[in-house]
Protein backbone atom coordinates (compact mmCIF):
# COMPACT_ATOMS: atom_id res chain seq x y z
CA UNK A 1 0.00 0.00 0.00
CA UNK A 2 3.16 2.56 1.00
CA UNK A 3 4.71 1.57 -2.62
CA UNK A 4 1.13 2.94 -4.03
CA UNK A 5 0.63 6.04 -2.13
CA UNK A 6 4.66 6.91 -3.17
CA UNK A 7 3.67 6.19 -6.85
CA UNK A 8 0.60 8.00 -6.87
CA UNK A 9 2.61 11.16 -5.34
CA UNK A 10 5.15 11.11 -7.54
CA UNK A 11 2.83 10.90 -10.33
CA UNK A 12 1.12 13.83 -8.66
CA UNK A 13 4.11 16.16 -8.21
CA UNK A 14 5.69 15.62 -11.99
CA UNK A 15 2.34 16.00 -13.39
CA UNK A 16 2.20 19.28 -11.28
CA UNK A 17 5.43 19.88 -12.57
CA UNK A 18 5.34 19.65 -16.35
CA UNK A 19 2.06 22.41 -16.10
CA UNK A 20 4.09 24.53 -13.88
CA UNK A 21 6.82 24.64 -16.76
CA UNK A 22 4.83 24.94 -18.77
CA UNK A 23 2.93 28.04 -17.05
CA UNK A 24 6.79 30.10 -17.66
CA UNK A 25 9.22 28.37 -14.97
CA UNK A 26 11.97 26.88 -16.51
CA UNK A 27 13.96 27.75 -19.60
CA UNK A 28 10.99 28.86 -21.90
CA UNK A 29 10.96 26.71 -25.26
CA UNK A 30 8.93 24.44 -27.22
CA UNK A 31 9.25 21.64 -24.88
CA UNK A 32 8.14 23.69 -21.79
CA UNK A 33 5.67 26.06 -23.72
CA UNK A 34 2.19 25.80 -25.11
CA UNK A 35 2.22 29.95 -25.37
CA UNK A 36 5.33 31.75 -25.92
CA UNK A 37 8.40 33.09 -24.82
CA UNK A 38 8.73 36.93 -24.22
CA UNK A 39 11.88 39.34 -24.54
CA UNK A 40 12.63 38.55 -20.95
CA UNK A 41 12.47 34.34 -21.67
CA UNK A 42 9.43 34.07 -19.31
CA UNK A 43 6.24 31.60 -20.48
CA UNK A 44 3.22 33.94 -21.14
CA UNK A 45 -0.18 32.83 -22.98
CA UNK A 46 0.55 33.70 -26.15
CA UNK A 47 -2.94 35.61 -27.17
CA UNK A 48 -2.28 39.31 -26.27
CA UNK A 49 -2.10 41.82 -28.80
CA UNK A 50 1.69 42.60 -27.80
CA UNK A 51 2.75 39.53 -27.21
CA UNK A 52 1.27 36.61 -29.27
CA UNK A 53 2.93 33.38 -30.48
CA UNK A 54 2.59 29.54 -29.58
CA UNK A 55 4.54 26.68 -29.32
CA UNK A 56 7.28 27.89 -27.12
CA UNK A 57 8.74 30.48 -29.86
CA UNK A 58 9.38 33.94 -29.55
CA UNK A 59 6.17 36.25 -28.66
CA UNK A 60 5.49 38.61 -31.45
CA UNK A 61 3.47 41.88 -31.61
CA UNK A 62 1.00 42.26 -34.17
CA UNK A 63 0.52 45.47 -35.99
CA UNK A 64 -2.49 47.83 -35.52
CA UNK A 65 -4.51 45.63 -38.45
CA UNK A 66 -4.03 42.80 -36.97
CA UNK A 67 -5.82 40.95 -33.92
CA UNK A 68 -3.41 37.59 -31.93
CA UNK A 69 -6.24 34.80 -32.91
CA UNK A 70 -4.57 31.03 -31.37
CA UNK A 71 -0.98 32.56 -31.25
CA UNK A 72 -1.17 33.90 -34.53
CA UNK A 73 -1.96 37.23 -35.93
CA UNK A 74 -4.41 37.73 -37.90
CA UNK A 75 -5.19 40.43 -40.47
CA UNK A 76 -8.69 42.65 -39.57
CA UNK A 77 -8.69 43.90 -43.06
CA UNK A 78 -11.87 43.45 -44.51
CA UNK A 79 -12.17 40.61 -47.14
CA UNK A 80 -10.86 41.30 -50.86
CA UNK A 81 -13.99 42.40 -52.84
CA UNK A 82 -13.70 40.79 -55.57
CA UNK A 83 -13.19 37.06 -53.51
CA UNK A 84 -9.91 37.49 -54.08
CA UNK A 85 -9.62 36.80 -57.97
CA UNK A 86 -7.83 39.66 -60.39
CA UNK A 87 -11.32 40.27 -61.98
CA UNK A 88 -11.88 43.12 -59.92
CA UNK A 89 -15.23 45.44 -60.47
CA UNK A 90 -16.56 42.80 -62.96
CA UNK A 91 -15.85 39.98 -60.07
CA UNK A 92 -19.75 38.14 -59.20
CA UNK A 93 -20.84 38.33 -56.06
CA UNK A 94 -20.74 35.61 -54.21
CA UNK A 95 -23.19 32.96 -51.82
CA UNK A 96 -23.74 33.26 -48.75
CA UNK A 97 -26.12 37.18 -49.61
CA UNK A 98 -25.87 39.50 -47.03
CA UNK A 99 -29.26 41.63 -46.27
CA UNK A 100 -29.04 45.56 -44.62
CA UNK A 101 -32.21 46.92 -44.25
CA UNK A 102 -33.20 50.39 -43.22
CA UNK A 103 -36.09 50.96 -42.19
CA UNK A 104 -38.18 54.46 -42.77
CA UNK A 105 -39.73 55.79 -40.11
CA UNK A 106 -37.38 54.62 -37.87
CA UNK A 107 -38.59 52.90 -35.23
CA UNK A 108 -41.46 51.97 -37.50
CA UNK A 109 -44.79 52.89 -36.85
CA UNK A 110 -48.49 52.31 -37.71
CA UNK A 111 -49.51 51.98 -41.07
CA UNK A 112 -47.38 52.38 -44.28
CA UNK A 113 -43.93 52.46 -43.77
CA UNK A 114 -40.14 51.57 -46.64
CA UNK A 115 -37.30 49.53 -46.10
CA UNK A 116 -33.55 50.16 -48.09
CA UNK A 117 -32.34 47.37 -48.66
CA UNK A 118 -28.46 46.57 -49.57
CA UNK A 119 -27.95 43.63 -51.20
CA UNK A 120 -24.35 41.79 -51.60
CA UNK A 121 -22.64 38.98 -51.75
CA UNK A 122 -20.34 37.18 -49.08
CA UNK A 123 -17.44 38.32 -51.12
CA UNK A 124 -18.84 42.02 -50.82
CA UNK A 125 -20.04 42.44 -54.70
CA UNK A 126 -23.31 44.26 -54.82
CA UNK A 127 -25.99 41.70 -56.42
CA UNK A 128 -27.38 43.40 -59.46
CA UNK A 129 -30.73 42.62 -61.10
CA UNK A 130 -32.17 40.74 -58.27
CA UNK A 131 -35.78 39.81 -57.72
CA UNK A 132 -36.69 41.16 -54.11
CA UNK A 133 -39.70 40.21 -52.69
CA UNK A 134 -41.34 41.00 -48.97
CA UNK A 135 -43.67 39.79 -46.33
CA UNK A 136 -44.90 40.61 -42.88
CA UNK A 137 -46.18 38.61 -40.33
CA UNK A 138 -46.90 39.32 -36.69
CA UNK A 139 -45.75 36.16 -34.65
CA UNK A 140 -48.07 36.93 -31.53
CA UNK A 141 -51.23 37.23 -33.58
CA UNK A 142 -50.50 34.43 -36.19
CA UNK A 143 -51.44 36.87 -38.92
CA UNK A 144 -49.59 39.05 -41.63
CA UNK A 145 -50.54 42.05 -43.40
CA UNK A 146 -50.47 42.59 -47.31
CA UNK A 147 -46.96 42.35 -49.19
CA UNK A 148 -45.00 44.96 -49.62
CA UNK A 149 -43.97 46.68 -53.25
CA UNK A 150 -39.69 45.82 -53.90
CA UNK A 151 -38.01 47.06 -57.03
CA UNK A 152 -34.50 47.73 -57.84
CA UNK A 153 -32.87 51.20 -57.63
CA UNK A 154 -29.47 50.43 -58.73
CA UNK A 155 -25.59 49.11 -57.54
CA UNK A 156 -26.92 46.61 -55.22
CA UNK A 157 -30.14 48.87 -53.68
CA UNK A 158 -33.45 48.00 -53.79
CA UNK A 159 -36.30 49.45 -52.18
CA UNK A 160 -39.94 47.83 -50.45
CA UNK A 161 -42.85 50.31 -50.00
CA UNK A 162 -46.13 50.02 -48.21
CA UNK A 163 -44.23 47.53 -45.27
CA UNK A 164 -47.36 47.46 -43.44
CA UNK A 165 -48.16 47.17 -39.72
CA UNK A 166 -51.42 46.97 -38.95
CA UNK A 167 -51.18 46.64 -35.14
CA UNK A 168 -49.01 47.60 -32.33
CA UNK A 169 -46.34 45.31 -31.02
CA UNK A 170 -43.50 42.97 -32.77
CA UNK A 171 -43.37 42.37 -36.48
CA UNK A 172 -40.99 40.37 -39.01
CA UNK A 173 -40.56 41.27 -41.93
CA UNK A 174 -38.79 38.93 -44.29
CA UNK A 175 -36.77 39.33 -47.46
CA UNK A 176 -36.13 36.82 -50.47
CA UNK A 177 -33.96 37.48 -52.86
CA UNK A 178 -32.59 35.39 -56.12
CA UNK A 179 -30.67 36.75 -59.01
CA UNK A 180 -28.70 35.19 -62.02
CA UNK A 181 -25.85 32.71 -61.82
CA UNK A 182 -28.09 30.94 -58.52
CA UNK A 183 -27.92 33.27 -56.44
CA UNK A 184 -30.44 33.23 -53.41
CA UNK A 185 -31.04 34.02 -50.43
CA UNK A 186 -33.72 35.06 -47.08
CA UNK A 187 -33.37 37.19 -44.29
CA UNK A 188 -35.63 37.90 -41.39
CA UNK A 189 -35.79 41.28 -39.83
CA UNK A 190 -37.85 41.98 -36.44
CA UNK A 191 -39.71 45.19 -35.32
CA UNK A 192 -41.37 47.14 -32.82
CA UNK A 193 -44.21 48.96 -33.07
CA UNK A 194 -44.83 50.70 -30.16
Known sequence: MRIVRWSLLG???????????????????????????DASGQCVSGTDQSVCGTQGGACSACSAEQVCKVGVCTSTAAPVQDGGTDAGANAAPTMPLTFTATITPDPP?????????????????????????GSTFMPAMGHGSPAPTCSEVGGGEYKCLNVRFTMYGGWQVTLDASAAGGLSGQQVFDYAVN
Do not use: E, H, R, Y
Open 109 to 133: ILGSNKLKVILTGANGVAVTGATLS
Open 11 to 37: FLVGGLTAVVSSCGSGPCGPSTCFGCC
